[in-house]
């Protein structure tokens, strides 16, 4: 039986350690198996493996050719919490199966809206998982609504499942292609549909999808990470604008949208794809340790040791050490089995639970000059409290190094980020921001340095960079404001009230 663990408002603000930080949150996981005996489990597994990509709610739903049912399991939590009772397991029967981990950013935190999203139309059932940002949702769904339609979710995934229910289309797939027509925005999908599982990526890129396979079984996942816990082969990436239909006689491979400029997410380099995960042939933690040695290029300083903030900072941290020659060392411990909190959220409680995630190691930072590297900055909150930390500790200079550049804007395709009004470098100027966080110094890595850093694998491997004055390839919108899709006006978006 599936719970749904809800928070009153008044447990929310017991939630020390939960608050907004630095970073921005993760986004959603999708993944996807063909033709396997136990495609639960080994979905189950992938799901573990993709637990960075939301922690609110997963779900799991399978198809069973000898029954030709469909089975689902949903729940709020993380996975390890929904699939250790073998009962559950043992209900989700079949070959094929999709899931998703969930981190709420289009629409309320409820049972309701837990994906894989199910609806039986006219021509079968259909399952489907997402990950990503409809930004046309809400004038699709005013529409829709007009019309009659009725909608039980409050998740831009349901858009897709309503437009294939409106479709004359005569079978499932073009019916989900007449969906794709309509909809704009950020989006990576698998999908049951009877006896296939469907691979999407949106025509910019901007959401990632890989394809592997394990035996004769195909694998569907957001990041190769969860491969490796199966044991299944990377095959490739999934192209921008590409649909994949796998079924019993393979796999085909059409365009659902033309060809047009790729916008890969500059922030899964920086931050949100595991570091063991690969994408051209290259791992993310090789990347992250190359933005390091880029930063360290541009805004060297004299010092000490270099630190990083964990877990997020270390292989920035580790690159720069290595560019600049001055000696790394883990001077924060980070606790991994903070909970939420049952003490009363007092001000001063509240200053102090930073403590409950990170501390310092005095032996290590006493008399020290410092710097201290992370990935990213956001509304400086947790950023300005470990300066404090570091400084009490005893170093006598701390320069803060950020593996990105200053973020002024927000994402509107799938990553849940703070109004641009929150954002520390949109409420301070340079000397206002080291004034803000109490650090000796502050550097970012500029927008040209971060490129070189993940544009090509030639460039990360044989240390050749390019002069971009553009950024070809990705999208940096957080950082510079160029989104390359457009967005609705504030006002289109809030007349849906869970967005």
């Not at 637990?51 to 709020?76: K, L």
């Not at 029967?93 to 629409?107: D, E, F, L, P, V």
């Not at 399952?127 to 039980?152: C, D, E, M, T, W």
Request: glycine letters at 8%; a negative charge; one cysteine or more.
């Amino acid at each position: 039986m599936t719970h749904q663990n809800g928070h009153s408002s008044s447990e929310k603000n017991l939630d020390i350690i939960d608050s907004p930080d630095d970073h921005f949150q993760d986004e959603c996981a999708v993944f996807g198996i063909f033709g396997t005996p136990d495609a639960a489990a080994h979905t189950a597994l992938g799901l573990h493996a993709l637990q960075h990509r939301g922690q609110s709610a997963t779900g799991i739903v399978t198809f069973d050719n000898s029954t030709a049912q469909f089975y689902t399991h949903r729940g709020m939590g993380r996975v390890s919490a929904n699939y250790h009772d073998p009962s559950v397991m043992e209900g989700l029967k079949g070959s094929s199966a999709i899931g998703h981990n969930r981190y709420a950013t289009t629409g309320e935190n409820s049972l309701r809206n837990v994906q894989p999203l199910e609806a039986d139309l006219d021509l079968g059932h259909v399952a489907i998982a997402h990950n990503g940002n409809i930004v046309n949702y809400p004038k699709l769904r005013s529409k829709l609504q007009k019309i009659g339609q009725i909608f039980h979710t409050s998740s831009d995934t349901e858009i897709v499942l309503q437009l294939m229910a409106k479709s004359l289309k005569e079978n499932l797939i073009e019916k989900l292609n007449d969906a794709l027509a309509e909809i704009v925005g950020a989006y990576a999908f698998v999908a049951l549909v009877n006896d296939s599982m469907i691979g999407i990526r949106d025509p910019n890129g901007l959401r990632p999808l890989v394809l592997g396979k394990l035996g004769e079984a195909w694998v569907l996942a957001s990041e190769t990470c969860a491969f490796d816990i199966i044991g299944a082969e990377f095959i490739r990436e999934i192209e921008a604008g590409e649909m994949v239909v796998i079924d019993q006689f393979g796999i085909k491979s059409h365009r659902h949208h033309p060809k047009t400029n790729v916008f890969n997410c500059v922030f899964e380099y920086v931050y949100f794809s595991r570091p063991d995960s690969i994408s051209d042939g290259v791992s993310f933690y090789e990347r992250r340790k190359h933005i390091g040695m880029e930063l360290a290029r541009e805004s060297h300083v004299e010092a000490d040791i270099v630190i990083p903030v964990p877990d997020s900072g270390v292989p920035a941290a580790l690159g720069y050490a290595a560019a600049s020659k001055i000696p790394f060392e883990l001077g924060i411990i980070r606790n991994h089995y903070v909970g939420r909190t049952f003490i009363e959220p007092t001000a001063q409680i509240r200053h102090l639970g930073v403590r409950l995630k990170h501390n310092a190691i005095p032996t290590i930072i006493k008399g020290k000059r410092v710097i201290l590297v992370d990935d990213s900055i956001v509304r400086g909150t947790t950023a300005k409290k470990i300066v404090r930390m570091i400084l009490d500790a005893g170093a006598t200079e701390v320069h803060l190094r950020i593996a990105s550049p200053a973020t002024k804007s927000t994402c509107h395709y799938g990553v849940d980020t703070p109004d641009e009004e929150e954002l520390l470098a949109n409420n301070y100027d340079h000397s206002g921001m080291v004034n803000y966080l109490g650090c000796t110094t502050l550097a970012f890595i500029s927008i040209e340095a971060l490129y070189n850093s993940v544009s090509t694998t030639q460039n990360l491997l044989h240390g050749s960079t390019t002069q971009q004055g553009d950024t070809p390839g990705y999208c940096f919108a957080c950082f510079n404001k160029r989104y390359p899709i457009e967005i609705p006006a504030k006002a289109d978006i809030r007349k849906f009230p869970d967005n």
